[in-house]
């Protein structure tokens, strides 16, 4: 977890999306081409099938894809 982000919980501040999205694009640098489930997109949205992530760092776009899923 960012430590930015781990100091907002402390302090009980709210996330923003630049955060949030952050944190996303940090999985696809330390997944990379594994793609597994620690991968929330590959987990939760499960839109892709091939190794051509339409997501693949870009913290943004997979922030879209699970609001619209839990919301």
Known sequence: MDS???KKLIRKEQLTDDD???VLHD???DVHSSCD???PIYKDVL???DWNCKYF???KAMLEA???VYE
């Open 4 to 6: 930015t982000i781990l």
């Open 20 to 22: 949030i999205e952050g």
């Open 27 to 29: 999985i696809c640098e």
């Open 37 to 39: 489930s620690s991968c």
């Open 47 to 49: 839109i892709f099938k």
């Open 57 to 59: 760092k870009n913290g």
């Open 66 to 68: 699970l609001k619209m």
